[in-house]
């Protein structure tokens, strides 16, 4: 059973970094994307980039690239996201997917971590 | 980027509707469209992909239409469990793109 497991939540006070943490079960993790995407309370999602387990540079969305990091360990299915120098804006909930094989999509979710940024 | 508009933002709908929203894309995106349904306090749930496919495990009163820049999405029966948010996705082209939503409300 595909299962996408992410760590819980966060409170961070602005300029601090946030590591987010997405396990995943019941299948190959080296055969697909993992994406981040967020959600802004009360708003819609927007997406932030795709890590492939085993191949190359992860792609980034240009909004994010210069303080936000994606990686992955093989050894336990598991990727992760950091985001550096938070500020208030980025209080939202993080949800890794799965991306179909070959089908371009968000197939399944990790269940979100919230993060709020507050001094 | 890829722009994504929905219409409408919001729809007020009785159980057994059609109901039917859609999704226009900036600049052609051939069939790279996916829909997603979110219900609150859910992380969001695949319902289309490739603009027509229907996800697995997915109710067949679900349909998609639609190629390059338009494309529908329709509930032949609205059920109570259908109440939910439904967001369009381009996997197009980087960045990944959503629409802002529409929320399917109870008339």
């Known amino acids: 059973q595909v299962q996408l497991v992410q760590s819980g939540a966060e409170v961070k006070k602005p300029g601090a970094a946030v590591r987010v943490s997405c396990k995943t079960y019941?299948?190959?993790?080296?055969?697909?994307?993992i994406h981040w995407v967020r959600q802004v309370p009360g708003q819609g999602l927007e997406w932030m980039g795709w890590i492939k387990p085993t191949r190359g540079a992860p792609n980034y969305s240009k909004k994010f690239q210069d303080r936000f990091t994606m990686t992955t360990d093989t050894s336990i299915s598991t990727a992760y996201m950091e985001l550096t120098s938070l500020r208030s804006d980025d209080t939202a909930l993080y949800y890794c997917?799965?991306?179909?094989?070959?089908?371009?999509?968000?197939?399944?979710w990790g269940q979100g971590t919230p993060v709020t940024v507050s001094s | 980027d890829i722009q994504m508009t929905q219409s409408p933002s919001s729809l007020s709908a009785s159980i057994g509707d059609r109901v039917t929203i859609t999704c226009r894309a900036s600049?052609?995106?051939?069939?790279?469209l996916n829909w997603l349904q979110q219900k609150p306090g859910e992380a969001p749930k695949l319902l289309i992909y490739a603009a027509s496919t229907l996800q697995s495990g997915v109710p067949s009163r679900f349909s998609a239409s639609g190629s390059g820049t338009d494309f529908t999405l329709t509930i032949s029966s609205l059920q109570p469990e259908d109440f939910a948010t439904y967001y369009c996705q381009q996997s197009h082209t980087s960045p990944r793109t959503f629409g802002q939503g529409t929320k399917v409300e109870i008339k």
């Open positions: 019941g299948f190959t993790f080296t055969d697909h994307f």
């Open positions: 600049q052609s995106i051939t069939t790279y």
């Open positions: 997917a799965r991306d179909g094989l070959g089908r371009d999509n968000f197939d399944y």
